[in-house]
Every structure is written in C-alpha cells, then in structure tokens.
C-alpha cells in the first residue's frame, strides 16, 4: 500500500444531548466518506498533497454540515468572519486570510496569498479585494448563514457567552451537539513524491466579538507542515495559539525525538488541557502515519491511504 494518504476533519465537540438521529449520523460519515474519496482520487492522479487538501478543504468549507465557509457560525453582532490557512510542506510557504465575509471560499483564498503575493497572512478588505483581484468568486455575506446557525447565536447571547462551536444547548438531530462542537475544518496530506500540506478553515466561535481571530489562520497554531509532519487543528483557538499547538507537534518530533502519535497525544491530553483547552488534531508524518487525536467526546474525521476504503468516526473508540 502506498505512503500517500489524505486526512480530515470536521470539528471535535460533545456528544449531543438529543435524542441522535442515526439516519443525520450517516449524512455526516457520507460526507466524510466522499470528501476523503476526492482527496484519494487527487492523489491517486498524481495530484499534490497540496492540491488535495485544497479541494478537501473547499468540499468541506461547502458543505453547510460543517462550521467553515457557507454554515458558518455567527459574530456577536451576527456578521460571518472567516478565517482560513494553507502550508506547502516543501517549502514552508503559508498563506492565510483573516476575517472575510464576501469571499466563497477562504481556502481558496489563502491559496492565492501564498501563490499570488509575497505575504503570508491577510485580514478583512484588504484580503477580499486581494482575493477577487485573483479571480476568486464574491458572495453576499449572508450566503454562510443558515437557520441552524442563527438559532445557535441565540442561545449563546441568551446565556451571554462566547460559544465554540460545541458550547451550548443541543442542536436537534446533529450527531455531535453542534453548539458543543468545535466546528473548524481540515486536511492534511502526503502525496506520493512523499510531499506534505496541510490546510484548516472556519467560521470561528459563536458570538465571539467582531475582530476576533482564532487560531485556524495562524500558521504554526492551527495549521503547519514542514518537511517531516503536516497538521490541522480544532479547539479552542486561543488555547491552541498560546501553546502553538501544530508548531508544538513538529517540535516535538524534531527536538524531542517523538513519534508522531506520542507527539499528537502530548499536545491533545497534556499541553492544551493544561491551558484549560479542548479539542483535537490531526497530523500526518512523512512515512505516511496518521494520528487524530482529540480530547472531546467525538471529532468528525477520516482518513485514508491509496488503495484503501476511506475510514471515517465521529465518536471515541468507534
Ligand atoms: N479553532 C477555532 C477557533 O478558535 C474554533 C474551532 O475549532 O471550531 O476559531
């Protein structure tokens, strides 16, 4: 079997308190499925693991089960801020966007900056007029919203707090209790030249303040490759950028001589609960190995190597 293989994910959180819908569980693991099955036909093509995060991503970010791109969760002031990063392994060039709200797809955004500009990280209007001076397709800010959302928000302001995307009272029907669930997207991938990237994207936390970014844009905190390790993250943002937790997973297999799972785990069950933090990771290394950690109830995730059926979980232990 091939080294080369995709992984992802949809968000980690709590398991929802409603009655599960067994039939909406499947809705989740068919998209899972046929998002990693996408990623696996881009590599199997000969596609770049950097080409195959990008369209896991956006396949993702599309699909308004998952809190990134349309579906996204709502600011205090009931505005969409999106945040989006991508890194090519080979040559450690990132590309970012911070906080747009007229831009489709802020992956594909992010592409652009690291392709198209020398910057690494761009914010607001400035990113937007950027992207679409490249081409990308603009959308009306309310084409991310969606009901389900909007509800959300006013049960966060209810309780007047500043929700993940899996803090809160249960969402009817979504396997994970979609107010308890940290709803950030991501890839990571090797391809077959034994090449890395990795890609997150997200609508950040409900009712968080306007002008609030978490971690998902920032390389090093959500999202990193280097040569050895690609690495997306989901959480509580500002845990993960305190402990640059995707940075920390390459540090400690390069300084520390971990595996990669020993060095995933030791991020995920020590470095952010200790901050107080939750949530999860997933990571890929250059022989191939996936790790996809997570210290919530469930993660939605998949993963899976040339050659072989997807694999896809929401729960602990499934
Ligand atoms: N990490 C994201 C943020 O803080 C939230 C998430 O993972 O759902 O914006």
């Known amino acids: 079997m091939s080294r080369a293989a995709i992984a992802i994910h949809g968000g980690a959180g709590a398991i ?8 909406q569980e499947q809705h989740y693991l068919q998209a899972l499925r046929d998002i990693v ?3 696996q036909t881009i590599l199997a093509a000969g596609g770049s693991a950097l080409d195959a995060v990008t369209e896991a991503v956006r396949l993702l970010e599309a699909c308004p089960l998952f809190n990134a791109g349309k579906g996204s969760v709502f600011t205090h002031a009931g505005t969409h801020e999106l945040d989006a990063c991508i890194m090519d392994g080979i040559t450690q060039d990132a590309g970012a966007v911070a906080g747009v709200s007229h831009i489709r797809h802020p992956i594909l955004a992010a592409r652009a900056v690291l392709e198209k ?10 990113a937007e007029q950027f992207a679409m001076d490249h081409g990308l397709e603009p959308v009306a800010a309310d ?3 969606t009901e389900a959302r909007w509800q959300q ?16 009272a249960a969402q009817e029907n979504a396997p994970l209790d979609n107010d308890r669930k940290l709803g950030t997207v991501g ?5 077959s030249a034994g090449h890395l990237a990795a890609a997150t994207s997200t609508g950040g936390m409900t009712n968080k303040q306007v002008g609030r970014v978490g971690d998902s844009p920032l390389p090093g905190a959500g999202c990193f490759s280097n040569g050895r390790v690609a690495v997306s993250c989901t959480g509580t943002g500002e845990t993960f950028i305190r402990t640059q937790a995707a940075y920390d997973v390459a540090a400690l ?3 520390g001589g971990l595996t990669l799972p020993q060095a995933a785990d030791r991020v995920i069950f020590e470095k952010i609960p200790a901050l107080g933090g939750s949530g999860g990771l ?13 210290n919530t109830e469930g993660m939605y995730r998949g993963y899976g190597w040339l050659g072989a059926s997807p694999v896809v979980n929401i729960y602990r232990g499934s």
């Open 153 to 168: 928000l006013q049960r966060a302001q209810a309780i007047q707090q500043t929700l993940l995307d899996h803090d809160g």
């Open 37 to 39: 099955a996408s990623g």
């Open 253 to 255: 297999m390069e300084y």
């Open 187 to 191: 890839a990571v991938a090797i391809d």
């Open 16 to 23: 929802a308190r409603a009655a599960l819908s067994a039939e």
């Open 282 to 294: 997933i990571a890929i290394d250059a022989d191939g190995n996936i790790a996809l950690p997570f």
């Open 117 to 126: 500009s020398p910057h690494v990280l761009m914010i607001g209007a400035g």
């Open 143 to 145: 084409y991310f919203s």
